[in-house]
Each structure stands twice: as structure tokens, then as C-alpha cells.
């Protein structure tokens, strides 16, 4: 649990622009990358293409365990093999966020994923993005962020993200699925959705991306993480 790699956690709830600011504070330091998120949306995805009921949290558990995974990035593209398929835009629908968020609430899909994620945490250092990346996964890391924005910001980011990869969306539905999604991730008992007691809050709600990516890379050279 005491890593010696640098870890730096940004945790926070759906359309904060966690996803985009790890993935931008990992390319500015040239370290790896955890999306914790996309491997629940990969125990959904397998869930339910090999006919799981949608209650069968042992079921869940063993692949959360022995699913083969791959996370490529090249240059600016990102692949996702699940089983040396590429789900990279099928596990992106809203549909598999909001399976995912209830296949994220029993501890033994967690627990099974424990220890594949800590394992992404190699030299020179990982950005893990998520929900209990500061509170459970890596309690240690010496830098913890939790990017949050007001409702109304984060559904008009979900729903560009979606209309960029060509999904149809209605910024009402979607509205209601990212509250409905928060109060779950929020509110179960096993790592909620909450920030650490140690992590920076920071409100993107009127930040662009640079401005956010300002402030962590900032923080960072404060704790002399970096130069
Ligand atoms: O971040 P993303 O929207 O891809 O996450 C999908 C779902 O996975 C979240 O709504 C949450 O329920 C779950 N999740 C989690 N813990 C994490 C990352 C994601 O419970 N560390």
C-alpha cells in the first residue's frame, strides 16, 4: 500500500472533466494513466454480453478479476481490448455508465479490482482518475485532487462528449441519468463517492481546461513532486 511511485489521485463525480484533466496532467508529466472508471464500464460491458443477470454480484466479481484488458494510447487515439476486442466507444455509452454504477456498488467488484489497479502504478508515476482514487485505491498518494462542477455544467459536458463520438443524447435525460448516477456513486456503502479528507477541492464550473491543469501541475510543484 505504501507506494513508492508518485501517484497523483483526481477523483469526482460524472462530467467534472476528471477524465480530461488526468488525461492532460499524465501527457504534460509524461506518466501513466489509470481510468478506473472504464474498467467498471468493462465488467458492465462483458456483464452483460455473456448474459449475466443484472444481479449477480459473484458473477460480476470473477470477471472484474480475470477479464484480459488492454488500455493503448497512441499519439492522441485511445484503445480499449477487452478480451482483444475494441470496446473503446461501446463502453462510453451512457447506457454502460449507468450499469457500471451498479455493478460499482458491491464490494466484491470492487475488492476484485483492487489490485489491478494498484498495479498500474509504475515508474515515473500515474494520474488515477476515478471516484475512490484518493479514499481506497491509493490512500497514500501525495497528491489528491477532487475536481467537482455545478450540475448543470457537468450534463452540458457529458452531453458534447456524447454528441463528439455521434451518440444521439437529450441534455434533460441526460441531466436526470448523471444525478440518478451520482446519488448511487454517492451514496453506497462501499467507497462512496466522497473526497478524501486530505484532497484539493477544486470547482471547475467556470475553469477551462488550462486553467484547471494550471492549478494541479502548480500544487504538484509545491509538494515537489516535480520541477
Ligand atoms: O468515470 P466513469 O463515468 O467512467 O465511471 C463509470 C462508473 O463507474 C461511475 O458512475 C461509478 O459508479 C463507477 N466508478 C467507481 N469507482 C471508480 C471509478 C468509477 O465506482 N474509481
Redesign the pocket.
Known sequence: MNSPVRVVTLDGP?GSGK?TISRAVARHLGWHLL????L??LVALAGRERGLERGDAQGHARIAGTMAVRFDAAADEEHILLEGREVTDAIRSEEV?QS??RV?AWPAVREALLERQRAFAVPPGLVA?????GTV?FPQAPLKIFLTANPEERARRRYNQLKQKGSSASLSALSREIAE?DA??SSRAA?PLVPAADAVVIDSTRLDIEAVLGQVIELGRRRALWA
Not at 129 to 133: L, N
Request: cysteine-free; aromatic content about 4%.
Open positions: 460524472s477524465g481510468d478506473s472508471g472504464a467498471y464500464r455508465g457500471a454504477s460499482a482518475d476515478g471516484r475512490d482514487m485505491v448516477r448511487r456513486d467507497a
